[in-house]
């Protein structure tokens, strides 16, 4: 059976950081990534890990704050999120498996995690 397991969420000041976990179980992934979701919002891409483009994919409103890596080894992926701000609030759901190539889409993921809570207070 196929689980990812996010971990990492809090609550944080503005202009404080945060590094969210997400650990596969079941199968190995090769592309892996992260989105989110805030309060009466759709679900929207954060980051992502490539196997055909590496981890280089990220949402303008994240960049440069924002950083994905991977560990192979222990099938895990990592979001180092620095100088958060209050509208980065939001949770977090790790996402793998995708059946499609645009990366951005939620749709074309299969598998998800449970998410996690970011709260940036001002």
Known sequence: QVQLV????????AG???????????RTFS???????APGKEREFVSACRWSG???YYADSVKGR????RDN????????MNSLKPED?????CAAGPTGRDTYN???????????QVTVSS
């Open 6 to 13: 996010e971990s990492g969420g809090g609550l944080v000041q």
């Open 16 to 26: 404080g950081s945060l590094r969210l976990s997400c650990a596969a179980s079941g």
């Open 31 to 37: 592309s892996m990534g992260w989105f989110r979701q």
């Open 54 to 56: 590496g981890c280089t």
């Open 66 to 69: 924002f950083s994905i890596s």
């Open 73 to 80: 080894a222990k099938n895990t992926v990592y979001l180092q």
């Open 89 to 93: 609030t939001a949770v977090y759901y």
């Open 106 to 116: 939620p749709g074309v993921y299969a598998y998800w995690g449970q998410g996690t």
